[in-house]
């Protein structure tokens, strides 16, 4: 039975880092749609796109520990 339950483990584990490595890749993917030069950029431009970075972040983050969290419950 200790067995079986350090296998779950050990999938529930495995699950944690792909969905994070999947996050990322859905991520990059989505944003290179959106990549567009601007040449014209102030430095409030360039502050706001680093808050906007900073909060797509904390939300991708927020995503994974849910999902984490939600997959530990499942599995208890």
């Known amino acids: 039975m200790d067995d079986f ?4 483990d050990e999938c529930v584990k495995l699950l944690d880092e792909n969905a994070n490595i ?3 890749i859905d991520y990059s993917l989505q944003s290179e749609k959106e990549d567009v030069v601007v040449t014209d950029l102030t430095k409030n431009d360039l502050v706001d796109m680093a808050h906007e970075v900073s909060d797509s972040t904390r939300i ?3 995503e994974y520990d849910f999902v984490r ?5 499942n599995s208890d």
Not at 5 to 8: E, R
């Open 60 to 62: 991708k983050k927020a």
């Open 69 to 73: 969290r939600l997959l530990e419950k």
């Open 5 to 8: 339950i350090n296998m779950i």
């Open 22 to 24: 999947l996050n990322d």
